[in-house]
């Protein structure tokens, strides 16, 4: 029988060293959404999203949605934030993303989009409803 030995480097994979990039996730405030009038069973939409990109240190990570009822979704902008110490804020660049969404049951779809908190501390959301008719 033949003992074959392999040797891994693990000085390659070294987990105690820092690279210094260090990133976090937080919403981005939505700004607008475009929706169609309305909605037919069975269709797939291309939905358009605003959303502001406060400084040079966040990029759009994707949305995270919620489904709160068969037809109510909530929706989060997800900004990817590198943890630097030379951000550059930004004034007002609004950008724009997409995502496809299937229509799959019958009444009023309703999209409620996070905007940010207000004053008090509480959530806040842009709300879109969208009836599902019938051909």
Do not use: W
Not at 29 to 44: D, I, K, R
Not at 74 to 92: F, P, Q, W, Y
């Amino acid at each position: 029988m033949t003992a074959i030995v392999v040797f891994i480097n693990l000085n390659a994979c070294d987990l105690s060293d820092d690279d210094g990039v260090n990133f976090f996730f937080e919403p981005l405030q939505v700004t607008a959404a475009e929706f169609p009038e309305s909605f037919e069973l069975g269709e797939v939409y291309r939905i358009q999203v605003d959303y502001l990109r406060p400084t040079d240190c966040h990029f759009f990570e994707g949305f995270d949605f919620s489904v709160n009822a068969q037809t109510e979704r909530t929706i989060i902008a997800v900004g990817l934030v590198e943890n630097r110490e030379d951000c550059e804020v930004l004034s007002n660049e609004e950008l724009t993303q997409f995502f496809d969404f299937e229509v799959r049951f019958t009444g009023t779809y309703t999209f409620r989009f996070f905007t940010g908190k207000n004053s008090n501390g509480e959530n806040e959301y842009l709300v879109y409803e969208v009836p599902v008719i019938s051909n």
